[in-house]
């Protein structure tokens, strides 16, 4: 569920929901009832346009490009269901939190929080993700992203929640590969790289990345889609602290190793890239 974004300015969410250009995965498949109970579909007027995790009984870990320049009065979360037409427990968005520090133009810092208005009713399908122990540094590993992104570039989004696995690779060979895009990749970030057809596309967005049962990043920006170009997430571990002084501790899903004192930031939905002369996304 990534975003288009022009390189020289960055469109709008509700845009990129009314040109249906917002991402999903490619090459993956569809998930089993249950599977990820803590995926979360954001919406407008009905509208999938961004995915989310469940951290506690209130709150919503996304990406802050989902957010910016949204009322939160406009946006609901629906959960505990794989299909978008039908199912699931609806929650409507009462406070909304971009990262302080988010910059669209270096989508830096892109992550956010949706705090809902009732609690959450957790059951076999719906449950909270635990965030990450300790910072994540397995390179060449695996891990699982899940989301409704376009399955096709050009294309159209699935109505089944789709999951595939993707590989995480060294930053420096990820920052080598977005280069053209000018925008900076840091230890922030998390990047992953399958073979050509396989990765995030529109409408994953905001979504988790998660390994085992620990959400180590959000879905944040890459070269739309699955062209071989790394899909880059914003690094949850970064922004641990950023989402402790917004939620009460006692209520996260979150057991910190003891050596851990590294504040960390929340990454929004992956933002695909457009190129005025030619496309690039993650």
């Not at 498949?29 to 999938?48: C, M, N, V, W």
């Not at 979360?77 to 299909?83: A, I, K, Y």
């Not at 830096?108 to 957790?122: C, M, Q, R, S, T």
Request: proline share 4%; aromatic share 8%; hydrophobic share 35%.
């Amino acid at each position: 569920m990534l975003l288009f974004l022009y390189i020289c300015s960055v469109i709008t969410m509700y845009d990129a929901i009314a040109d249906s250009s917002i991402p999903k995965i490619v090459g993956g498949s569809a998930a089993k009832e249950g599977q990820f109970p803590h995926q979360a579909s954001l919406r407008i007027k009905e509208k999938h346009f961004c995915g989310g995790s469940i951290l506690n009984k209130r709150w919503i870990l996304t990406a802050a490009h989902c957010l910016a320049g949204l009322d939160a009065s406009r946006i609901t979360v629906v959960l505990g269901t794989n299909t978008l037409d039908k199912g699931g427990d609806l929650y409507r968005a009462n406070v909304t939190i971009a990262h302080e520090e988010y910059d669209p133009r270096k989508i830096k810092n892109d992550i956010g929080l949706i705090k809902v208005d009732k609690d959450i009713e957790f059951t076999d399908k719906i449950k909270p993700i635990n965030l990450p122990t300790e910072n994540y540094q397995k390179i060449d590993s695996y891990v699982i992203l899940s989301g409704w992104g376009r399955t096709s570039y050009p294309g159209n989004s699935p109505n089944e929640l789709q999951h595939i696995k993707l590989k995480v690779i060294d930053q420096k060979k990820c920052a080598t590969m977005v280069i053209i895009t000018r925008i900076p990749v840091s230890d922030t970030n998390i990047c992953t790289l399958n073979q050509y057809g396989e990765g995030a596309c529109h409408g994953d967005s905001g979504g988790p990345l998660i390994d085992g049962d620990e959400q180590v990043g959000v879905v944040s920006w890459g070269i739309p889609c699955a062209r071989n170009r790394p899909d880059v997430f914003t690094r949850v571990f970064s922004y641990l602290n950023w989402i402790k002084n917004h939620i009460k501790e006692d209520e996260i899903n979150i057991i910190a190793s003891p050596h851990y004192r590294q504040c960390v930031h929340l990454l929004r939905h992956n933002i695909f890239i457009v190129l005025r002369s030619a496309q690039i996304f993650t």
